[in-house]
């Protein structure tokens, strides 16, 4: 059980909008920490993707934003490829702990 | 270019001990937190230990503290992860990595290791 929630799957054709959530509590997000998102093709190691909530790196597409409200943080993805079909994870902070979402396995259809 | 090397992993008993190593190259090694984190067959991330710069501040997740010890050595640029008491449980794949400026980002992952526990 991950102190951060995600969805395990979502899914979306070639072209679509899909959104990721990544749900916490007062301890973690509630509490003001910063959420950062990783992508992890398969068999590689995982990539950040998203930074303090809404920052992309150096060549990251603008095709990926996040968001942060309250418990809740979101990686929303625009014109998908299917290149970006990948497991997807959020992070952030609690209480002397590093936390990961469980990850969400993104389908591009 | 950043680059995080692990080494170390392999196929040990239950009960059994193992190190890891992590070479960094790429960037100034003392300037940074680094931190360890696995990830078990099929599963998700899991974040095991973190080291500060100067090796005061080190943190451990629940299930490996009193049997992992994180380390590292700045003059050689390269992180250890001593693993004691090892269970079946602790088999996964085992990845270095570099926390960012921002706050508290991982902005760099090693290849990763895989450490298997099994009889």
């Known amino acids: 059980q991950s102190v951060l929630t995600q969805p395990p799957s979502v899914s979306g054709a070639p072209g679509q909008r899909v959104t990721i959530s990544c749900t916490g509590s007062s301890s973690n997000i509630g509490a003001g920490h910063d959420v950062h998102w990783y992508r992890q093709l398969p068999g590689t190691a995982p990539k950040l993707l998203i930074y303090?909530?809404?920052n992309r790196p150096s060549g990251v597409p603008d095709r990926f934003s996040g968001s942060k409200s309250g418990t809740s943080a979101s990686l929303a993805i625009t014109g998908l490829q299917a290149e970006d079909e990948a497991d997807y994870y959020c992070q952030s902070y609690d209480s002397s702990l590093w936390v990961f979402g469980g990850g969400t396995k993104l389908t591009v259809l | 270019e950043v680059q995080l090397v692990e080494s170390g992993g392999g196929l040990v008993q239950p009960g059994g001990s193992l190190r890891l190593s992590c070479a960094a190259s790429g960037f100034i090694f003392s300037s940074y937190w680094m931190t360890w984190v696995r990830q078990a067959p099929g599963k998700g991330l899991e974040w095991v230990a973190n080291i500060n710069q100067d090796k005061s501040q080190i943190y451990y997740v629940d299930s490996v503290k009193g049997r992992f010890t994180i380390s590292r050595d700045n003059a050689k640029n390269s992180l250890y992860l001593q693993m004691n008491s090892l269970r079946a449980e602790d088999t996964a794949v085992y990845y270095c990595a570099r926390f960012g400026k921002n706050n508290w980002e991982i902005d760099y992952w090693g290849q990763g290791t895989l450490v298997s526990v099994s009889s």
């Open positions: 303090r909530n809404t």
